[in-house]
């Protein structure tokens, strides 16, 4: 490890990482209608209709929904032409799902000094293997897997904002995680003085994300350190992050991950057959994520 790297080549990063943190205020907000919906979601008298008429006043919106409720990723026999239909078929936390993916999608438009495709990418597969894992573990615990795969498609969000907010800086963070085979979080510790994790936790707080998913965003490269209210996420999280890179889906190519996934799979109760079965699923499935990137995030 170099010096010249550590003090030398991004003169000033940490200040600019600090001066980032200390203005959080001047991050993005989610829109009116995200933070209506998830009060919708959350609410035991909400109804279909109450959540129709947040999500119709957006007509940008209202078309991603409607075309990704009819594309294969969710392979409905029927034909969906509505919100309300798509609402009712669907369910109210997988239209959460879609709507904060689209939403943040859009507020993080721009500019980036990432490949934003693979970032979204490894987002979605991350999201889907949560999802898959949820859905083969249901007997032993539950979790609803659409809260499993929003926790996937964000897990990662701090990126973005360094990715953003200083593209030359954290272009020059993934180069040396590269040239030192290091993991990307360790990089952003050693040369900006914080990571992506404490970025993202900073974000589910002005953002009042639901506690168990501002601490999958906190903790999902370390769950030891989750509320043990949200540890079950977290770990499922964690453990599908790991299988993304093992299955290519990094942010750049031989992206280090050197997460310890046997803890992960203990806590979920997670056998090497079951383990098999998982993977072998995700691999079946890993094409789907495509549909989704092409209508929530490049539409």
Same mark, same amino acid.
């Given at each position: 490890?170099?010096?010249?790297?550590?003090?030398? #080549?991004?003169?000033?990063?940490?200040?600019?990482?600090?001066?980032?943190?200390?203005?959080?205020?001047? +991050? !993005?907000?989610?829109?009116? /209608? /995200?933070?209506? +919906?998830? %009060?919708?979601?959350?609410?035991?008298?909400?109804?279909?209709?109450?959540?129709?008429?947040?999500?119709?006043?957006? !007509?940008?919106? #209202?078309?991603?929904? $409607?075309?990704?409720?009819? *594309?294969?990723?969710?392979? $409905?026999?029927?034909?969906?032409?509505?919100?309300?239909?798509?609402?009712?078929?669907?369910?109210?936390? #997988?239209?959460?799902?879609?709507?904060?993916?689209?939403?943040?999608?859009?507020?993080?438009?721009?500019?980036?000094?990432?490949?934003? %495709?693979? =970032?979204?990418?490894?987002?979605?597969?991350?999201?889907?293997?949560?999802?898959? $894992?949820?859905?083969?573990?249901? *007997?032993?615990?539950?979790? %609803? !897997?659409?809260?499993?795969?929003?926790?996937?498609?964000?897990?990662?969000?701090?990126? +973005?904002?360094?990715?953003?907010?200083?593209?030359?800086?954290?272009?020059?963070?993934?180069? =040396?995680?590269?040239?030192?085979?290091?993991?990307?979080?360790?990089?952003?510790?050693? +040369?900006?003085?914080?990571?992506?994790?404490?970025?993202?936790?900073?974000?589910?707080?002005?953002?009042?994300?639901?506690?168990?998913?501002?601490?999958?965003?906190?903790?999902?490269? %370390?769950?030891?350190?989750?509320?043990?209210?949200?540890? =079950?996420?977290?770990?499922?999280?964690? &453990?599908?992050?790991?299988?993304?890179?093992?299955?290519?889906?990094?942010?750049?190519?031989?992206?280090?991950?050197?997460?310890?996934?046997?803890?992960?799979?203990?806590? &979920?109760?997670?056998?090497?057959?079951? =383990?098999?079965?998982?993977?072998?699923? /995700?691999?079946?499935?890993?094409?789907? *994520?495509?549909?989704? &990137?092409?209508?929530?995030?490049?539409?």
């Amino acid at each position: 490890m170099s010096n010249q790297t550590a003090a030398g #080549t991004i003169p000033g990063v940490k200040e600019r990482a600090a001066q980032i943190v200390e203005n959080a205020d001047r +991050l !993005p907000s989610l829109p009116t /209608v /995200v933070l209506k +919906l998830m %009060d919708v979601v959350n609410s035991s008298g909400s109804s279909a209709d109450d959540a129709s008429k947040l999500i119709d006043k957006d !007509p940008a919106l #209202t078309s991603k929904m $409607i075309r990704l409720a009819n *594309s294969a990723f969710y392979g $409905i026999p029927r034909s969906i032409s509505s919100v309300s239909s798509a609402v009712v078929i669907l369910g109210f936390n #997988t239209i959460r799902s879609l709507v904060l993916s689209a939403s943040v999608a859009k507020m993080f438009d721009g500019k980036h000094s990432i490949d934003m %495709d693979r =970032y979204w990418k490894h987002s979605i597969v991350t999201a889907m293997i949560s999802k898959i $894992i949820v859905r083969h573990l249901m *007997s032993v615990r539950m979790v %609803d !897997p659409e809260s499993a795969f929003c926790a996937g498609i964000l897990h990662d969000i701090g990126k +973005l904002v360094f990715s953003q907010h200083m593209p030359d800086d954290y272009a020059a963070v993934c180069d =040396y995680a590269k040239k030192e085979g290091i993991p990307l979080i360790e990089a952003e510790d050693e +040369l900006l003085g914080i990571n992506h994790e404490k970025m993202g936790s900073i974000l589910a707080e002005k953002w009042t994300l639901p506690p168990d998913l501002g601490c999958v965003l906190a903790h999902h490269h %370390d769950p030891k350190q989750a509320a043990e209210e949200a540890s =079950y996420l977290v770990n499922i999280v964690h &453990l599908s992050d790991v299988i993304a890179h093992n299955l290519g889906c990094g942010l750049f190519d031989d992206e280090v991950c050197t997460q310890e996934a046997v803890q992960c799979r203990l806590e &979920l109760k997670i056998g090497n057959s079951d =383990y098999d079965k998982i993977v072998q699923n /995700v691999e079946n499935s890993i094409d789907k *994520s495509n549909e989704f &990137l092409s209508v929530i995030v490049k539409s």
